[in-house]
């Protein structure tokens, strides 16, 4: 691993640290030095500039931002710096590079796009320093996200092999793994000594990920998942059969050199602390968790609600959900309690799939059908394409039900939509439709392929996130999908408004877990109670609450607020209204906080009324 400071080779930016009052970080050796302060541009003057060199400053500090974008240079076979001085370096360039644009550019003076940039690089600023006090609260290693599966899984789907020097970078990577799982291990380590670790049931997980990843002698040529990706990679390559035995050779000693101790190292960490690992399961148990968590509400909602009034919304919206459950319940014929009705669409065989390759088949059925419809809710489509994939054999154990990876912004990689079929009964056919509409279109595909593309934005904003925006809009596309004739099967109807609920639900079980101290237990039962689904789903979602606090609240909070506008719209508009137009108001901005949002709908709206017909 390269243990390198900031170097800054563009003037903007070392200009931005010179005027926030920062000290430069020293250069990396052998870099260009660093130019002298510049003085404050004329207002209005190179402010895209300005952004274009702080992304390219940032980009230096992480190797893995620029293979996500699909940049190959001289850190392809680099991981990032995972140390707190790394951290510290990042955080210190964009709070000066905030404060040089804020003295050098006057938003008055700026175009309406450049000043909608000006104050999201203020608020992405601004949110960075109120979640910066607490950047050692988040769990290293977990089963959604942890370091353990997700290095394996970034060489698996993120590092293309084109040549043999990719495949040379790839084997730098692996041997990388060693250092930088040791690093880790050591953070989690002493995080767990102030009592900032995750629960005692994670550590499964955890374990369960490393060995599937070690189980095989590393003295011996059968491959895990990273060494077949490898081998899969370089087959495709047209080289000779020495040079690919040489590859191949080479991948497996640093495998069995460097990454595989590094992980049998960090399996005896992870085993040490589970022995002693707490069973409370919300962060109200951390030090100053409280304030963790409202921090982590704001942050993800872009709202200043309380935990209790994200508690009592949630409770309104299952209320009224249930409602709209029973209608379709009655639609069926089915004689019973909504409970009951639970409990049928749980148990029964014929709501789950009996094979992947049928759950896959009917995924790209509503694929198809929903690529056909789009031009008529849509001025603006994704150019990248949609893949579908299941998630892989090493960690579908752990990971999450569905999630979504953004295109590369240089076509080299798909949008893809991850389904995890690791337990068919966890996956009912109710709600596949709703999941294809959210995990890919009309929802995060493309919805993050059209802000990949977007022309005539920073990178700051055509790469970045605000949760309430990008899982707003995700579950908005689920309620689309209706509008767009679809959910013809009254069950299919009911995934969507079990969908639904389900989010509505995680606004009452985070809160619960995370302020009102409830246990895992608690959540699950409660969950059973509320919604349809089945006991794995249940038990890997309150799972999921847990080692992500605050961030499954944003969901409902956004598609609320987006529907919210939508309707203010229709009622100002009436016939005037087009539904592909504010599309591309929400759309047309990348993703911004949802006070920024309704602003943008309601100066469209007044200019819609204030146009000629």
């Known amino acids: 691993?390269?243990?390198?400071?900031?170097?800054?080779?563009?003037?903007?930016?070392?200009?931005?640290?010179?005027?926030?009052?920062?000290?430069?970080?020293?250069?990396?050796?052998g870099a260009a030095p660093l130019p002298a302060a510049a003085e404050p541009a004329p207002a209005g003057a190179g402010l895209a500039d300005f952004f274009d060199k702080y992304d390219a400053a940032q980009l230096s500090l992480s190797p893995e931002a620029k293979a996500y974008r699909g940049i190959r240079d001289e850190d392809y076979g680099r991981w990032d710096d995972v140390g707190d001085e790394a951290a510290v370096a990042r955080d210190k360039l964009l709070q000066a590079a905030a404060a040089a644009m804020r003295g050098s550019f006057d938003p008055a003076a700026l175009d309406a796009n450049d000043a909608l940039s000006f104050e999201l690089f203020n608020a992405q600023a601004e949110r960075n320093a109120k979640l910066f006090p607490f950047r050692d609260y988040s769990y290293i290693f977990n089963q959604m996200s942890g370091?353990?599966?997700?290095?394996?899984?970034?060489?698996?789907n993120i590092h293309r092999i084109t040549d043999t020097q990719d495949a040379r970078a790839y084997i730098e990577r692996i041997g990388g793994m060693e250092p930088v799982l040791d690093a880790l291990s050591a953070?989690?380590?002493?995080?767990?000594?102030?009592?900032?670790?995750?629960?005692?049931?994670?550590?499964?997980?955890?374990?369960?990920?490393?060995?599937?990843?070690?189980?095989?002698?590393?003295?011996?040529?059968?491959?895990?998942?990273?060494?077949?990706?490898?081998?899969?990679?370089?087959?495709?390559?047209?080289?000779?059969?020495?040079?690919?035995?040489?590859?191949?050779?080479?991948?497996?000693?640093?495998?069995?050199?460097?990454?595989?101790?590094?992980?049998?190292?960090?399996?005896?960490?992870?085993?040490?602390?589970?022995?002693?690992a707490p069973t409370d399961d919300g962060v109200w148990r951390l030090p100053d968790g409280?304030?963790?968590?409202?921090?982590?509400?704001?942050?993800?909602?872009?709202?200043?609600?309380?935990?209790?009034?994200?508690?009592d919304l949630g409770l309104s919206e299952?209320?009224?959900?249930?409602?709209?459950?029973?209608?379709?319940?009655?639609?069926?014929g089915f004689k019973g309690t909504l409970p009951q009705f639970f409990e049928h669409l749980r148990t029964s065989p014929q709501y789950y799939h009996k094979t992947r390759t049928a759950y896959l088949a009917e995924v790209d059925g509503h694929v198809k059908a929903m690529e056909a419809r789009l031009p008529a809710f849509f001025n603006t489509l994704p150019k990248a394409p949609l893949q579908v994939k299941a998630v892989e054999a090493f960690r579908e154990g752990s990971a999450g039900k569905a999630f979504y990876q953004s295109p590369s912004p240089d076509g080299s990689r798909p949008g893809t939509y991850y389904v995890n079929l690791y337990d068919l009964k966890d996956m009912s056919k109710t709600e596949l439709e709703a999941l294809v509409y959210h995990e890919g279109i009309p929802g995060h595909h493309l919805q993050r392929a059209v802000q990949t593309e977007l022309e005539g934005l920073p990178p700051f904003r055509r790469f970045g996130n605000f949760t309430a925006y990008t899982e707003g809009w995700g579950l908005y596309a689920e309620e689309l999908g209706k509008d767009m004739g679809f959910y013809t099967d009254p069950y299919s109807d009911f995934g969507r408004l079990g969908m639904e609920l389900w989010r509505a639900c995680r606004l009452v079980v985070d809160t619960g877990i995370h302020d009102k101290r409830?246990?895992?237990?608690?959540?699950?039962?409660?969950?059973?109670?509320?919604?349809?689904?089945?006991?794995?789903?249940?038990e890997k979602a309150v799972e999921r609450y847990i080692v992500y606090p605050g961030q499954a609240t944003a969901y409902t909070i956004g598609k609320l607020?987006?529907?919210?506008?939508?309707?203010?719209?229709?009622?100002?508009?009436?016939?005037r209204f087009d539904i592909r137009a504010f599309h591309d108001v929400v759309l047309g901005s990348g993703p911004v906080p949802l006070d920024i949002l309704e602003r943008r709908v309601d100066g469209w709206i007044a200019a819609q009324k204030d146009s000629p017909r």
Not at 290 to 311: E, G, R, S
Not at 318 to 332: D, L, P, S, T, Y
Not at 519 to 525: E, F, H, L
């Open 187 to 276: 953070q989690s380590a002493e995080r767990a000594a102030r009592g900032i670790q995750p629960p005692k049931w994670v550590y499964a997980y955890v374990i369960a990920d490393i060995r599937n990843l070690t189980t095989s002698d590393p003295a011996r040529p059968a491959p895990n998942a990273v060494l077949a990706d490898f081998a899969a990679k370089v087959a495709k390559l047209d080289i000779d059969a020495d040079a690919r035995a040489r590859l191949l050779g080479d991948a497996q000693a640093a495998w069995r050199d460097h990454a595989y101790p590094a992980y049998r190292r960090l399996l005896g960490e992870m085993q040490r602390q589970e022995a002693s």
């Open 318 to 332: 299952v209320a009224r959900i249930h409602g709209a459950m029973q209608a379709i319940m009655a639609k069926v």
């Open 147 to 156: 370091s353990q599966s997700q290095m394996p899984a970034f060489l698996i």
């Open 561 to 575: 607020k987006i529907m919210e506008l939508r309707g203010r719209a229709q009622a100002a508009l009436g016939d």
């Open 518 to 538: 409830w246990s895992r237990a608690q959540a699950i039962a409660w969950l059973k109670a509320n919604t349809p689904n089945p006991d794995g789903d249940i």
């Open 1 to 29: 691993m390269s243990h390198r400071r900031i170097a800054l080779t563009a003037s903007v930016c070392a200009a931005a640290l010179a005027l926030s009052g920062c000290a430069v970080p020293a250069a990396q050796e």
């Open 290 to 311: 409280a304030a963790y968590y409202q921090a982590l509400l704001a942050n993800y909602t872009t709202t200043d609600m309380t935990a209790q009034q994200i508690h």
